[in-house]
């Protein structure tokens, strides 16, 4: 069997917590923010669960996670 690999590209957007769940970021916060509102801004900081809907494809990209 070949080796269970990781996806970069999952291990960069996503970490698992401690009780399992796995958090995400805002997307549409990296640039461009000048014509976005501070509200809209304010808004888009922090970490939100992922949803649902998405849990099993994300556990798919982490195995080890």
């Known amino acids: ?7 970069s590209s ?4 996503f970490k698992v917590r401690a009780s399992g769940s796995i958090k995400r ?11 976005k509102t501070t ?6 900081r922090g ?3 992922i949803h649902v ?4 494809l994300i556990r798919a990209m982490l195995p080890f996670a």
């Open 25 to 35: 970021s805002h997307a549409f916060k990296r640039h461009i923010l000048t014509k």
């Open 1 to 7: 069997m070949p080796k269970m690999k990781t996806k």
């Open 47 to 49: 970490t939100v669960d």
């Open 39 to 44: 509200k809209n801004k304010r808004h888009l």
């Open 53 to 56: 809907a998405d849990e099993k």
């Open 10 to 13: 999952a291990k960069k957007r």
